[in-house]
C-alpha cells in the first residue's frame, strides 16, 4: 500500500487515480499530506467566513471543498468518479444533495428541529452522501458550522471541549465521532447531537 493512502480507521481510502492527483509531489507520508491539506483547509475557512446566501446548492459545496482542498488535490471540488467504503452510488450524489437541500430548509422553515438536531442531521447526511473523493468529514463538518453561522446559531466544537480540557485524547474524539455517526446511520441523533457541542 501507498503510504499516502494508510488512513486512520473509518477514513475514506483513495484509489490510484485519485492519488496521481495530488499536485505537490514532494509528498510521501500521510503525516505531510496531513499538514499540507490543513494549512489549505484554514485557507477555506477564510474564504467561507461571512459567507451567508446561497449556501444550500451543489455549486456552492463544490466551491467549498475546491477552497480546501485546491492547493493539494487537482480534483479539489469534484465529485467522486468511483465508490467507496461509504456513500450512495455516485451516480445519485447530485440527487441526494438536492434531497439534502430542500430538506434543510424545510427543516428550517418549518421549525421541524432545533438549530442543533439540524446541524447534527445536516452533517450527518452529508458524510453518509460522500460526494467528494477524500475530505468529506472535514467539508461536512464545515459546511455545517457554515449553515449555523449564517443562521446566526453558534458553531459545533466538534468534541473538541473535552479534548481541551484533558479528559480524552485525539483518537478518543475520532472514535467517538465515529461511534456517534454510526448510531445516526440506525436514526439515533442523540450521541451526535452530545459530540458536536461536547
Known sequence: MNPLNEQPDGATPLDPNELEGLIPKY??????????????????????????????????????????????????????????????????????????????????????????????????????????????GRFARLMTDVLLESNEQKSFTWGLAGLERGEIDADDVRKNYLAALRDADNKNFEKLMEFVRG
Not at 71 to 82: H, I, L, M, P, S
Not at 93 to 119: A, F, H, M, P, R
Open 27 to 136: 509528498i510521501s507520508t500521510r503525516g505531510e499530506l496531513n499538514i499540507l491539506e490543513q494549512e489549505n483547509i484554514l485557507e477555506g475557512e477564510a474564504w467561507v467566513k461571512g459567507k451567508k446566501k446561497d449556501l444550500l446548492n451543489e455549486a456552492f459545496f463544490r466551491r467549498l471543498h475546491k477552497e480546501m482542498f485546491k492547493n493539494v488535490w487537482k480534483w479539489a471540488g469534484e465529485f467522486r468518479k468511483t465508490g467507496k467504503n461509504i456513500g450512495v452510488p455516485r451516480e445519485q450524489i447530485s440527487t441526494e444533495l438536492k434531497k439534502l437541500c430542500d430538506d434543510v430548509q424545510y427543516w428550517i422553515e418549518n421549525k421541524i428541529y432545533s438549530w442543533d438536531e439540524i446541524g447534527a442531521r445536516f452533517h450527518h447526511r452529508l458524510v453518509f452522501i460522500h460526494p467528494f473523493p477524500n475530505g468529506n
